[in-house]
């Protein structure tokens, strides 16, 4: 009996991917079942890059700050990704705004990690906006990305206390150690089959997904 290949993923970053890291490992530890085909950065100077390389994982870099609009941009990364096996593609830490011309073509199999308790606070600097406004607790959602910037549905969501005295780093810290739990997880959720888009909503085993997403507990599996 021959098996099934494995899915491809690719991963897109900007920064020091930590997010790309976890799902090295998670693919290592067979927690998932999936092969990272490409890692791409619109930041040349993106320390995941590097953590990729080593790893033996395909690079690629495309700056955006060489292209004249963000369409044309997108173009490139779909003519990128073109060439390698890609069953989902995951934003892990990417921070350029994604346009149709992108979108289009991997909707529904599209996922973004937002460090944030969706739908509130879209968009940057999440941590500081949860502490300024006193919040008692923050988060971090996964959702499939739509042309609406981080107004995509959610699939995932993990919640952490604020504590007295938190600022926006020791939050951060907080709330990152339980990205690199739920997204792979979603991932792995996804290539099972068990996730879909179907008309913008998000359903779960054929189930609607409430409007914040799955909550996450340590028994979720
Ligand atoms: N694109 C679309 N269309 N929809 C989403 O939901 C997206 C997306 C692209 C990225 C990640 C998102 C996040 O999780 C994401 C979701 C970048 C910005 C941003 O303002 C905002 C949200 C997210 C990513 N980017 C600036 C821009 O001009 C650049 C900021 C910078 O370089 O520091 O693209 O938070
Ligand atoms: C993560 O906290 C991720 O949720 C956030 O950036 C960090 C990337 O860390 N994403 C965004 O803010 C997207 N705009 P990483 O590079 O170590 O994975």
């Not at 705004?97 to 940057?124: C, D, E, M, Q, W």
Request: hydrophobic content about 45%; proline content about 7%; glycine content about 8%.
């Amino acid at each position: 009996m021959t098996a099934s290949p494995q899915a491809g993923l690719a991963i897109l970053i900007s920064g020091r991917g930590s997010n790309m890291q976890a799902f090295i490992d998670a693919c290592d530890s067979g927690r998932l079942d999936a092969n990272i085909s490409v890692v791409i950065s619109n930041n040349p100077d993106a320390a995941g890059l590097q953590r990729a390389a080593q790893a033996g994982i395909a690079t690629c870099s495309i700056d955006h700050r060489l292209y004249t609009s963000r369409e044309a941009f997108d173009q490139a990364l779909v003519d990128c990704l073109a060439h390698y096996p890609v069953d989902l593609v995951i934003l892990a830490g990417f921070m350029r705004i994604l346009t149709p011309v992108f979108i289009a073509p991997y909707s529904g199999r599209l996922l973004n990690i937002h460090p944030s308790l969706l739908p509130k606070y879209p968009g940057l600097h999440t941590h500081q906006r949860a502490l300024d406004a006193g919040d008692k607790e923050a988060g971090v959602t996964v959702h499939f990305v739509t042309p609406e910037l981080d107004g995509g549905p959610p699939l995932l969501q993990a919640s952490v206390p604020i504590l007295p005295g938190d600022n926006e780093d020791a939050l951060a810290a907080r709330v990152i150690l339980q990205e690199h739990v739920i997204y792979p997880l979603a991932a792995q959720w996804f290539l099972q089959g068990r996730l879909q888009l179907r008309d913008g909503a998000a359903f779960m085993d054929g189930q609607a997904i409430p409007a914040t997403g799955i909550p996450y507990r340590a028994e979720t599996s």
